[in-house]
C-alpha cells in the first residue's frame, strides 16, 4: 500500500527522444541557410514579374534563333531580284539578317544576352538584399544562426550561395540553355568547335556571380533596408555609368576612368572570357581587361574583409 502510494507521488520526467540519424558536419548548413533566403524571396510577388521579364528576354533569344534557323532551312537556293539592289540567294540574306542580329550564336550573341539579363538581375538583387542579409541584422536573427554550431564563415557561404544560386538561374543556364539549342540546331559539331564559348559562358556567369555576391551582401550588411540599398545600386551601375561616359567620351578624359564604371568592368572581362572580337571604334575608349579584372577583384576583396569584420562584431550568446 505504501509502495503504490510512493509510485503515485513520484513525478513523470520529461524525456526528450534520442537523434537516431546521422550527424553531419557543420558545413552541411550552407544549403538550409540558403535554401531559407531562397524561399523569403521566392515569396515575393515582385520577385515573380521581374523575373517573368527575365524570362522574355530569353525567349527572344530563343525563339529568335529557332526561326531564323528554320527560315534558312526552308529557304531556296533560287536567287532572287531586290529591285535596283541586284539578285542574292535568300539564305545569304537570313544569315546576313542573323549576323546584324547577333543570333548566330557566336561569342556576341551570348555576350549580349549577359548584357540584357544582367540589368534585370541587379534590379531584383536591389530589391532584394534586405530579404536576404539585411532582416536578419535588423531584427536580431544572425545572433541565432551563430549562436549553433556553425562558424561566421558557414554562415556567409549560405547567404552567398542563395545569392549565387539566383543569378545563375537568371544568367549562366538560359545562356547553356541557348549554347545547347544552338547546337542541336546546326550540328554536334558545334559543341566541338565551339567549345570555347561554353568556357566563356562558364567564365562569364562566374565573373557576375562573384562580383554581384559580394557587393551585395557587403552593401546589405551595411545598409540593411532596401531604399538606401536602392539608390547605393543605382548609384553603383548606373550614376557612375553615365559619370565615366561623360568623362571619357565627353571631356575626353583617360579611358581609365571607365574603371569606376564596375558593370562596364564585369562587361569587358566577359568580353574576354567569350573571345568577342575587338571593335577598334568601340574599344579605343575603353581600359585594358586586366584593369578591369584588377579593380573588381580589388573591390571584392573589400567586401569580403568588410562582411567578415562585421559578422565578427555581432554578440553571440550560446
Given at each position: 500500500m505504501g509502495e503504490s502510494r510512493n509510485q503515485a507521488a513520484t513525478p513523470e520526467l520529461l524525456?526528450?527522444?534520442p537523434w537516431?540519424?546521422?550527424?553531419?558536419?557543420?558545413?552541411?548548413?550552407?544549403?538550409?541557410?540558403a535554401r531559407v533566403a531562397l524561399m523569403s524571396l521566392f515569396r515575393k510577388w515582385m520577385f515573380w514579374v521581374i523575373y517573368v521579364l527575365g524570362l522574355l528576354i530569353f525567349l527572344l533569344f530563343f525563339f529568335g534563333q529557332y526561326l531564323l534557323s528554320w527560315a534558312q532551312t526552308q529557304a531556296g537556293e533560287t536567287e532572287v531580284q531586290l529591285g535596283g539592289w541586284?539578285?542574292?540567294?535568300?539564305?545569304?540574306?537570313?544569315?546576313?539578317f542573323r549576323g546584324l542580329l547577333k543570333l548566330d550564336g557566336g561569342p556576341q550573341t551570348y555576350h549580349n544576352f549577359f548584357s540584357y539579363q544582367g540589368y534585370i538581375v541587379m534590379i531584383v538583387l536591389a530589391l532584394a538584399g534586405s530579404i536576404l542579409i539585411g532582416n536578419d541584422l535588423r531584427f536580431g536573427s544572425l545572433p541565432f544562426y551563430l549562436s549553433k554550431p556553425l562558424s561566421r564563415w558557414h554562415y556567409l557561404l549560405g547567404k552567398g550561395l542563395a545569392v549565387a544560386v539566383f543569378i545563375n538561374l537568371m544568367t549562366t543556364v538560359p545562356a547553356l540553355l541557348?549554347?545547347?539549342?544552338?547546337?542541336?540546331?546546326?550540328?554536334?559539331?558545334?559543341?566541338?568547335?565551339?567549345?570555347?564559348?561554353?568556357?566563356g559562358i562558364l567564365g562569364y556567369g562566374a565573373v557576375l556571380t562573384v562580383t554581384l555576391t559580394l557587393l551585395l551582401l557587403a552593401t546589405a550588411t551595411w545598409l540593411r533596408r532596401t531604399v538606401p540599398l536602392i539608390m547605393t545600386w543605382t548609384t553603383l551601375?548606373?550614376?557612375?555609368?553615365?559619370?565615366?561616359?561623360?568623362?571619357?567620351?565627353?571631356?575626353?578624359?583617360?579611358?581609365?576612368w571607365r574603371l569606376i564604371d564596375l558593370w562596364n568592368s564585369t562587361s569587358l572581362i566577359g568580353r574576354t572570357c567569350l573571345g568577342v572580337p575587338p571593335r577598334p571604334m568601340a574599344f579605343?575608349?575603353?581600359?585594358?581587361?586586366?584593369e578591369a579584372a584588377l579593380i573588381l577583384g580589388g573591390v571584392s576583396l573589400l567586401c569580403l574583409i568588410y562582411l567578415i569584420r562585421r559578422i565578427q562584431a555581432v554578440e553571440i550568446v550560446r
Open positions: 524525456h526528450y527522444r537516431r540519424g546521422a550527424f553531419r558536419p557543420p558545413i552541411a548548413s550552407v544549403w538550409p541557410i541586284g539578285r542574292t540567294n535568300p539564305r545569304q540574306l537570313i544569315q546576313l541557348l549554347y545547347a539549342q544552338w547546337g542541336l540546331l546546326e550540328s554536334w559539331d558545334y559543341f566541338y568547335e565551339r567549345f570555347d564559348l561554353l568556357l551601375f548606373f550614376f557612375f555609368r553615365l559619370l565615366a561616359s561623360a568623362l571619357v567620351d565627353g571631356l575626353r578624359f583617360s579611358p581609365r579605343a575608349n575603353q581600359p585594358p581587361w586586366h
